[in-house]
């Protein structure tokens, strides 16, 4: 997320992360791709930050509060569970009050067990101000944010919520079937409306360039396999049909391309975090992910994950790990992005990350509103830190 909304063209006020070794890898980066450039990382727990010290300094608060929580693949204690980092978004966003904010998080948020605590997030993010009491449990929060929508109240802070909208970002670019949860939030003064990315690309384009025109497999220099059966009847139908209009799914090879086959144990002396691991095995309901489709969605685990997600399935049958560099690959990492610590705590970092191409998409679109909003407030009456700052600021949780 930090380095997606970085090219985006926000600049960073801080980035807080308590984990050491994730803190590591954003400083380790930060020099080549300006993610840490302007101040440290703040290396705090979210709950121990005194947020005030960047009140009105942020444009843009994003945040991936902690999802084991809310994971399909956790204990499913929600809100009851320490680790749910919400409590500490809403604080920032009361001291912050800043012009946007994002949210990304897993899907699981979105179950029905979930419903209520959902609700109450998006009616929290409306009213930053007005804080839960001492002692109060957030059904009863719930009921007096509840109260002023229904009396269609104005508070001096308000935001604007858009979603949760669930994405599949293999529509979007990313070589990886993940799904996940997003929240936007605009403050109300500002006057603008969000509007959520339309797909880029598709499956049908995919299976268009596999089975219909062929160009997927010269583009690889492969000689074209046969149609699964599956996809018998389809592929006359994809071959009468005109080309479709979005950009194919990108797949594993397309991921992979360029880079060697690792070699178990071996450091690669031209690529970073790039060392094979032996052990993998299939079994059922661990299989892998196939080379010529997108891969599985990619877990914050080493390996032996539910489900093969971590794991290449080769065109000969064989299966092994996904390396790190790999895993960065199909997660939209530049290659000379580092990751520090060891393969478990890199393939945590990765697995817990949002793709770098959708933090750049969302925020890039965020960019544009709140440039232009800025713009006309400059033409209008402009103020010294208006002119002296062109750029946004933005603090990442």
Same mark, same amino acid.
């Given at each position: 997320?930090?380095?997606?909304?970085?090219?985006?063209?926000?600049?960073?006020?801080?980035?807080? @992360?308590?984990?050491?070794?994730?803190?590591?890898?954003? *400083?380790?980066?930060?020099?080549?791709?300006?993610?840490?450039?302007?101040?440290?990382?703040?290396?705090?727990?979210?709950?121990?930050?005194?947020?005030?010290?960047?009140?009105?300094?942020?444009?843009?608060?994003?945040?991936?509060?902690?999802?084991?929580?809310?994971?399909?693949?956790?204990?499913?204690?929600?809100?009851?569970?320490?680790?749910?980092?919400?409590?500490?978004?809403?604080?920032?966003?009361?001291?912050?009050?800043?012009?946007?904010?994002?949210?990304?998080?897993? &899907?699981?948020?979105? *179950?029905?067990?979930?419903?209520?605590?959902?609700?109450?997030?998006?009616? &929290?993010?409306?009213?930053?101000?007005?804080?839960?009491?001492?002692? @109060?449990?957030?059904?009863?929060?719930?009921?007096?944010?509840?109260?002023?929508?229904?009396?269609?109240?104005?508070?001096?802070?308000?935001?604007?919520?858009?979603?949760?909208?669930?994405?599949?970002?293999?529509?979007?670019?990313?070589?990886?079937?993940?799904?996940?949860?997003?929240?936007?939030?605009?403050?109300?003064?500002?006057?603008?409306?969000?509007? =959520?990315?339309?797909?880029?690309?598709? &499956?049908?384009?995919?299976?268009?360039?596999?089975?219909?025109?062929?160009?997927?497999?010269?583009?690889?220099?492969?000689?074209?396999?046969?149609?699964?059966?599956?996809?018998?009847?389809?592929?006359? #139908?994809?071959?009468?049909?005109?080309?479709?209009?979005?950009?194919? =799914?990108?797949?594993?090879?397309?991921?992979?391309?360029?880079?060697?086959?690792?070699?178990?144990?071996?450091?690669?002396?031209?690529?970073?975090?790039?060392?094979?691991?032996?052990?993998?095995?299939?079994?059922?309901?661990?299989?892998?992910?196939?080379?010529?489709?997108?891969?599985?969605?990619?877990?914050?685990?080493?390996?032996?994950?539910?489900?093969?997600?971590?794991?290449?399935?080769?065109?000969?049958?064989?299966? *092994?790990?996904?390396?790190?560099?790999?895993?960065? #690959?199909?997660?939209?990492?530049?290659?000379?992005?580092?990751?520090?610590?060891?393969?478990? @705590?890199?393939?945590?970092?990765?697995?817990?990350?949002?793709?770098?191409?959708?933090? @750049?998409?969302?925020?890039? #679109?965020?960019?544009?509103?709140?440039?232009?909003? &800025?713009?006309?407030?400059?033409?209008?009456?402009?103020?010294?830190?208006?002119?002296?700052?062109?750029?946004?600021?933005?603090?990442?949780?």
């Amino acid at each position: 997320m930090a380095l997606g909304i970085q090219r985006a063209g926000f600049r960073h006020v801080a980035l807080v @992360e308590r984990n050491h070794t994730a803190c590591e890898t954003l *400083r380790t980066n930060g020099v080549s791709h300006g993610v840490t450039r302007s101040l440290p990382v703040c290396e705090l727990d979210a709950a121990e930050v005194h947020y005030d010290r960047w009140a009105g300094q942020v444009h843009l608060l994003a945040g991936g509060p902690p999802c084991q929580s809310f994971s399909i693949a956790g204990k499913h204690a929600g809100e009851t569970d320490s680790r749910n980092g919400f409590p500490h978004l809403f604080r920032a966003a009361q001291a912050l009050r800043p012009q946007a904010i994002l949210i990304e998080n897993v &899907q699981g948020l979105a *179950r029905s067990a979930f419903q209520p605590y959902l609700d109450y997030i998006a009616l &929290q993010l409306r009213y930053p101000s007005v804080t839960a009491r001492p002692n @109060e449990v957030w059904p009863s929060h719930k009921q007096r944010l509840e109260r002023l929508t229904r009396e269609r109240a104005h508070l001096d802070l308000e935001y604007r919520v858009y979603g949760p909208r669930i994405l599949n970002l293999v529509d979007y670019g990313v070589p990886q079937q993940r799904r996940r949860l997003f929240i936007v939030a605009l403050r109300s003064d500002l006057q603008v409306e969000w509007e =959520w990315p339309t797909p880029t690309h598709s &499956q049908d384009a995919l299976l268009y360039e596999q089975w219909g025109t062929g160009v997927y497999w010269e583009r690889h220099q492969l000689t074209p396999p046969k149609p699964p059966l599956a996809l018998t009847n389809r592929v006359g #139908r994809l071959r009468a049909c005109p080309a479709p209009t979005e950009a194919p =799914w990108r797949t594993v090879r397309d991921a992979l391309i360029g880079l060697p086959t690792p070699v178990d144990g071996q450091v690669c002396p031209s690529i970073a975090n790039h060392i094979g691991i032996s052990g993998a095995r299939a079994y059922y309901g661990h299989s892998g992910s196939a080379y010529d489709a997108p891969a599985k969605t990619l877990k914050a685990g080493d390996h032996g994950v539910p489900g093969g997600e971590n794991m290449l399935l080769s065109d000969d049958g064989a299966v *092994r790990y996904f390396t790190v560099r790999e895993s960065a #690959r199909l997660q939209t990492f530049p290659d000379d992005y580092i990751f520090c610590g060891s393969r478990t @705590e890199a393939m945590r970092q990765i697995g817990n990350a949002l793709p770098v191409r959708v933090a @750049e998409l969302l925020a890039g #679109r965020l960019l544009a509103l709140l440039t232009a909003t &800025q713009s006309k407030r400059i033409k209008s009456q402009p103020s010294a830190r208006q002119l002296a700052h062109p750029l946004l600021d933005i603090v990442g949780l």
